[in-house]
């Protein structure tokens, strides 16, 4: 009994402990988001006696998809999520092309009569070669192309694209 009390307690001690991931610290820039999405809550409907509080988060790639296209029609733009995710075919119990070109970004919008494309990339994901094509045919055609991985970088940018 003791042997294997020494082997698990040896066992314990040899186990490298997991790094804790630090906890999400929401920027001011979302902050100010979510109180100017509320705020347009209550202006559109002003009889409701309540409103729920808008939650926006941009640690995950949805969560910042979401936040740019909150921020584009708040200001007036036009912005819309493009899916080119496979849709599950059960009868061929497999995958089908959704209709969608390959490469095409996260979020079309229409900034001051210019066509923006916004691509979303979070944490290790990378720009990808069908991406790249699409990228240099949109900038071709008078365009505006970008990658973005925070809210903050997607403002920086954006404000670029606005002040040309």
């Known amino acids: 009994m003791n042997e294997i009390q020494e082997l698990l307690n040896q066992y314990a001690l040899s186990k490298p402990t997991k790094q804790r991931k630090q906890p999400y610290r929401k920027p001011e820039s979302i902050q100010e988001l979510e109180r100017l999405h509320f705020e347009r809550k209550k202006e559109k409907r002003p ?11 941009d640690d995950t790639a949805n969560g910042l998809t979401k936040c740019i296209v909150a921020w584009l029609e708040l ?17 061929l119990k497999r995958y089908r092309h959704s209709g969608s070109r390959r490469g095409m ?4 919008a229409v900034i001051g009569g210019k066509h923006v494309s916004i691509e979303v990339k979070h944490g290790s994901d990378r720009v990808r070669p069908e991406q790249l094509k699409v990228k ?10 970008i990658v973005v991985s925070s809210f903050d970088d997607f403002l920086k940018q954006i404000n670029n694209i606005i002040n040309i």
Not at 105 to 108: G, L, M, P, R, S
């Open 47 to 57: 009889y409701l006696p309540c409103h729920a509080k808008t939650v926006l988060r």
């Open 75 to 91: 200001h007036g733009f036009f912005a819309g999520r493009v899916n080119v995710t496979g849709i599950y075919d059960s009868k």
């Open 105 to 108: 970004a996260d979020v079309t």
């Open 136 to 145: 240099q045919e949109i900038e071709r055609a008078g365009g505006a192309y």
